[in-house]
């Protein structure tokens, strides 16, 4: 029997990668892999605003970044990165093609930015303005990609020339391409249904799930940086104040204490008539 029951078990590990890979090959599988790859490289943008952005030659070793096409390299050594992504074969590359392959927002002209967090010579009070308008603007963002999303369940075929108008209440319009991934418009029968009704309520709703959740983590994320963040900045507000304080009074202050020393010494002078005094 416990022979038995160990072959049954190691059956049901060796079907697990290929449970995983048949799941990953149905249609809502491979949206769900397109959702959380847009929504990812939709938080890395967002960081990116708060925390900056430099040249690969200025990254620190261990830095991890993102091609194009989503695929992570690491800094390994001085203008050196190296993947580990299947197709690549340990391919290096240099600072100069990891600027030139890195992703890039395409609302942006280049990829390197100052962080609002950089922001010298101002209160943690002064950032809460741009901190508030580049959430929204993530908020905005992330409904734009659900949306676009779910445009792309309905229709087929290629992508090639087919642009989305993607509007989201209280933001700007979005010109975005189809979710490859997620155009489920070949499964349909003949009435106009889909085939797989799951995947289609799986593609509809799963990004709007996940979304929602990932805002909620980052709005965690940004009020505990701005804790941080007020902290850090008011000690060093204190720190300079207190260098200040120490190179304006410093000659005054030493003066009127060396006078104070001598005076001690010349107390002894002073003669007592009390009876403690020889105690």
């Given at each position: 029997?416990?022979?038995?029951?160990?072959?049954?078990?190691?059956?049901?590990?060796?079907?697990?990668?290929?449970?995983?890979?048949?799941?990953?090959?149905t249609p809502s599988?491979?949206?769900?892999?397109?959702?959380?790859?847009?929504?990812?490289?939709?938080?890395?943008i967002y960081r990116?605003?708060?925390?900056?952005?430099?040249?690969?030659?200025?990254?620190?070793?261990?830095?991890?970044?993102?091609?194009?096409?989503?695929?992570?390299?690491?800094?390994?050594?001085?203008?050196?990165?190296?993947?580990?992504?299947?197709?690549?074969?340990?391919?290096?590359?240099?600072?100069?093609?990891?600027?030139?392959?890195?992703?890039?927002?395409?609302?942006?002209?280049?990829?390197?930015?100052?962080?609002?967090?950089?922001?010298?010579?101002?209160?943690?009070?002064?950032?809460?303005?741009?901190?508030?308008?580049?959430?929204?603007?993530?908020?905005?963002?992330?409904?734009?990609?659900?949306?676009?999303?779910?445009?792309?369940?309905?229709?087929?075929?290629?992508?090639?020339?087919?642009?989305?108008?993607?509007?989201?209440?209280?933001?700007?319009?979005?010109?975005?391409?189809?979710?490859?991934?997620?155009?489920?418009?070949?499964?349909?029968?003949?009435?106009?249904?889909?085939?797989?009704?799951?995947?289609?309520?799986?593609?509809?709703?799963?990004?709007?799930?996940?979304?929602?959740?990932?805002?909620?983590?980052?709005?965690?994320?940004?009020?505990?940086?701005?804790?941080?963040?007020?902290?850090?900045?008011?000690?060093?507000?204190?720190?300079?104040?207190?260098?200040?304080?120490?190179?304006?009074?410093?000659?005054?202050?030493?003066?009127?204490?060396?006078?104070?020393?001598?005076?001690?010494?010349?107390?002894?002078?002073?003669?007592?008539?009390?009876?403690?005094?020889?105690?």
């Amino acid at each position: 029997m416990k022979r038995i029951l160990l072959i049954l078990i190691g059956i049901a590990l060796l079907l697990q990668p290929a449970l995983v890979r048949a799941a990953a090959q149905t249609p809502s599988g491979a949206c769900l892999q397109a959702v959380n790859k847009e929504l990812s490289r939709e938080q890395r943008i967002y960081r990116t605003m708060l925390f900056g952005f430099t040249k690969a030659a200025d990254a620190p070793l261990g830095d991890r970044r993102y091609d194009k096409e989503g695929n992570a390299w690491i800094k390994m050594r001085k203008n050196s990165w190296r993947s580990q992504t299947k197709g690549f074969g340990g391919a290096t590359w240099s600072d100069a093609q990891m600027d030139l392959m890195v992703e890039r927002d395409f609302m942006a002209a280049t990829p390197v930015r100052r962080g609002i967090f950089e922001t010298k010579k101002a209160l943690t009070s002064e950032l809460i303005p741009p901190l508030l308008q580049s959430f929204r603007a993530f908020r905005c963002r992330v409904e734009a990609v659900c949306k676009a999303v779910s445009l792309s369940i309905p229709q087929s075929g290629s992508t090639e020339g087919k642009i989305l108008k993607v509007e989201t209440p209280g933001c700007m319009d979005f010109a975005m391409s189809p979710v490859e991934a997620c155009m489920l418009g070949a499964e349909k029968d003949a009435d106009g249904t889909f085939a797989h009704k799951g995947d289609e309520a799986v593609a509809r709703t799963y990004c709007t799930h996940v979304g929602q959740q990932l805002l909620e983590r980052e709005s965690d994320v940004l009020k505990l940086a701005v804790s941080y963040d007020a902290a850090y900045r008011s000690l060093l507000q204190f720190a300079g104040h207190f260098d200040l304080f120490l190179e304006e009074f410093r000659t005054s202050i030493s003066t009127p204490i060396r006078q104070a020393v001598s005076l001690l010494g010349q107390l002894q002078q002073i003669p007592c008539f009390i009876s403690q005094c020889d105690e």
